[in-house]
T-cell receptor, first 114, second 114 residues
Framework: LAKTTQPISMDSYEGQEVNITCSHNNIATNDYITWYQQFPSQGPRFIIQGYKTKVTNEVASLFIPADRKSSTLSLPRVSLSDTAVYYCLVGASRSGAGSYQLTFGKGTKLSVIP | DAGVTQSPTHLIKTRGQQVTLRCSPKSGHDTVSWYQQALGQGPQFIFQYYEEEERQRGNFPDRFSGHQFPNYSSELNVNALLLGDSALYLC?????????????FGPGTRLTVL
């Protein structure tokens, strides 16, 4: 399973755009990149998933360069309610064996300041 | 569309006791995975069930066992509880035949072992 590296913590003011970068140098050809958000004492919430280039949904954007060795989660105009831990994971590819286990690191603790 | 549900929300047990946690997957999903999350850490994979069988297992002792029922719901059993078993237990569901194995998490069960 590919290992990921992300900053331990980040601070941002309300209304700013936040970019969290994740490194995954040994990502496999079939691996997807998935980001989760987790609030204290709650289960992780799926944010976005991508394979290459750019993916955008109503919550965030995910930028993946051509070499796929890193990815950046972009949260537009954050609010206090975006204060949470954000996890970057790689994998999720469909193989003949089917599902796989998710490997979480410690994530990035984002603190949004009023 | 019902999401992943877990019961109970909180549970307090004493060392040596046994506990059963329950999970109902998201509507339409057939695969259930269980994770343990200690305070300040990312979730750790315990095992995954599909077609009522354990398909993958993480680095957890045999005290941790599970079951999946024909309606895809699942139980996690932990025997001979230790203080170190105190954690948030998360259930995640996914669809085996999906394009990617995107897992959706429940709210978790907080287990405290005294």
């Amino acid at each position: 399973l590919a290992k990921t590296t992300q900053p331990i913590s980040m601070d941002s003011y309300e209304g700013q755009e936040v970019n969290i970068t994740c490194s995954h140098n040994n990502i496999a050809t079939n691996d997807y990149i998935t980001w989760y958000q987790q609030f204290p004492s709650q289960g992780p919430r799926f944010i976005i998933q991508g394979y290459k280039t750019k993916v955008t949904n109503e919550v965030a954007s995910l930028f993946i360069p051509a070499d796929r060795k890193s990815s950046t989660l972009s949260l537009p105009r954050v609010s206090l309610s975006d204060t949470a831990v954000y996890y970057c994971l790689v994998g999720a590819s469909r193989s003949g064996a089917g599902s796989y286990q998710l490997t979480f690191g410690k994530g990035t603790k984002l603190s949004v300041i009023p | 569309d019902a999401g992943v549900t877990q019961s109970p929300t909180h549970l307090i047990k004493t060392r040596g006791q046994q506990v059963t946690l329950r999970c109902s997957p998201k509507s339409g999903h057939d695969t259930v995975s269980w994770y343990q999350q200690a305070l300040g850490q990312g979730p750790q994979f315990i095992f995954q069930y599909y077609e009522e069988e354990e398909r993958q297992r993480g680095n957890f002792p045999d005290r941790f066992s599970g079951h999946q029922f024909p309606n895809y719901s699942s139980e996690l059993n932990v025997n001979a509880l230790l203080l170190g078993d105190s954690a948030l237990y998360l259930c995640a569901s996914s669809l085996r035949t999906g394009r990617t194995d995107t897992q959706y998490f429940g709210p978790g069960t907080r287990l405290t072992v005294l």
